[in-house]
């Protein structure tokens, strides 16, 4: 199995930010990545900016998947973008429902309320245009009123037409083998690539892990928790354990690692280098 390694960036607000994203995609394009990812803002609020980071990476000829959130857009909204990247010969979007603003509910923020009702419109409007990448939970959405549920929203994603998945990270492998056991049940079939995110600092993991739902394993958390404020320590012992974690999701059959580097090169070159992927394992 061809088993394929990208990479996710953020859309920066300064001009410092970008100067800083262009240098961690040149020392990250070299190692080979099948693709650059680029996140778009809950409710489409950094739209203008991922526009902005979508077209640097195209003009430097860079394959880029953008990522598309649908609840608060209408299908006019969302159509006017799909025809944008068409034009910029993007062929791969990540799908998203995106996060509810606050207060708000389902059935009140116009066209979208679901990723797969964006999968359907993608697939029925462009069709065969695009990769269709979505979201997948192995420890779960945590909106989701169970984990049964959850799946059943997973496997209304494939039918609508999603070629692949890119979950949440995760730090327990055995979370992903199920879920991948699980899907199998259903007949799924589709690539589901785990999402890893290095370590680097614990206590901006920890507040971001609590709000998404990622969990962080106890013997782990306290590991870091001793480390204190010695940010090379943490940094180095993320490396060793990150590195762990994705030697045994390849070694299992996973088809691929999808990196969140926070517009960071460090850690992911490290991590990448001790697998032997790309250049950096030369």
Known sequence: MNQTFSFELFPPKTEQGMEKLKTTVSRLQALGPEYFSVTYGAGGSTRERTFAAVEWLRGQG???APHLSCIGASREEIGEILQRYCNQGIRRIVALR??????????????????NELVTFIQKEFPGQFHIEVAAYPEFHPQAPNAWQDLDNFQRKVEAGANGAITQYFYNPDAYWRFLDDCGRRGITIPIVPGIMPITNYANLARFSDACGAEIPRWLRKRLEAYGDNQQAIFDFGIEVVTGLCRNLLEGGAPGLHFYTLNQAEATLAICKELG???AGA
């Open 98 to 115: 995106g996060d509810l603003p606050s207060g708000a509910g389902l059935g009140e923020l116009n066209d979208f309320n679901y990723a």
């Open 62 to 64: 860079v394959e880029t």
């Open 277 to 279: 992927l790309g250049a």
